[in-house]
C-alpha cells in the first residue's frame, strides 16, 4: 500500500514540474521583444528614425588671396606734384608698370580708361606707372594724344625692384582698400578680366 501511494506522489511530482516548465516558457516567449521594432504604448510600431540630411549651404564667393602688402612710393607726375600710394588708402588701385613703347601696354591703356571712368567715383583708382627712360616728356605727349586722364607717374629701378624686379610689361597690380596686392599679372589683361577683380573689392 505506501509503495502505491510513492508511486502516486512521484506521479504528481513529474505533473508538477512539467507544468511549471512549460508556464515558464510561455511567460519567457511573451516577454520577449523583436530587437528591430520598437512598440509604443498603444500597441503601435514606432516609425524608424529619420537621418537628418544636411541642410544645403549657400554658395560663397571666391575669394582673392593676398599676395601681401604694396610697397609705398611717392613718384613724380606729369605735372610736377607728387604721388604717394599710401595716399590712396581706402581706395581700389589699378597699379600698371608700363612705358609708351610697348605695344600692348598701348593696347591696354583704353581698357583700363574704360574702368577709371566706370568706378572711379565708386572708389577705384587707376595709376600708370611709366617705366621710360629719359625726359617726361614724350610720355607727356603720348598721355595727352591717347587722352588719358588717371594719374601717370614716372618710375624708376628702386619702385620696379620693390614690386618683385618688373622685368616684363605690362605688369599690373590690382590692391585692394587696405594696400594688400590681390592680383597680379604679366602681359596684356581685359577690361571684364579686371573687372571681376575689382568689383568685389569695391563691394560690388
Not at 523583436?34 to 564667393?61: D, H, R, Y
Not at 600692348?104 to 580708361?113: A, N, T, V
Request: aromatic share 6%; proline share 7%; charged share 25%.
Amino acid at each position: 500500500m505506501k509503495k502505491y501511494y510513492a508511486i502516486l506522489f512521484l506521479i504528481g511530482l513529474a505533473l508538477s514540474i512539467t507544468s511549471c516548465g512549460k508556464k515558464e516558457k510561455e511567460a519567457k516567449k511573451a516577454g520577449e521583444q523583436p530587437v528591430q521594432e520598437q512598440v509604443t504604448p498603444q500597441g503601435e510600431k514606432a516609425a524608424a528614425p529619420e537621418t537628418a540630411l544636411p541642410e544645403a549651404q549657400p554658395s560663397k564667393p571666391q575669394e582673392i588671396p593676398e599676395l601681401g602688402v604694396a610697397a609705398d612710393f611717392t613718384l613724380p607726375k606729369l605735372d610736377g606734384t607728387n604721388l604717394s600710394l599710401k595716399d590712396l588708402k581706402g581706395k581700389v588701385v589699378i597699379l600698371d608698370f608700363w612705358a609708351t613703347w610697348c605695344p600692348p601696354c598701348r593696347k591696354m591703356i583704353p581698357e583700363l580708361q574704360n574702368l577709371y571712368n566706370k568706378y572711379k567715383d565708386q572708389g577705384l583708382e587707376v595709376v600708370g606707372l611709366s617705366l621710360d627712360e629719359g625726359t617726361p616728356d614724350n610720355v607727356k605727349s603720348f598721355v595727352e594724344n591717347t587722352k588719358i586722364t588717371y594719374p601717370i607717374v614716372l618710375g624708376n629701378r628702386e619702385v620696379s625692384k620693390a614690386y618683385g624686379q618688373i622685368n616684363a610689361i605690362p605688369t599690373t597690380f590690382i590692391i585692394d582698400k587696405n594696400g594688400v596686392i590681390r592680383d597680379k599679372h604679366i602681359g596684356y589683361q581685359g577690361e571684364q578680366e579686371m573687372e571681376e577683380i575689382i568689383k568685389p573689392l569695391l563691394g560690388n
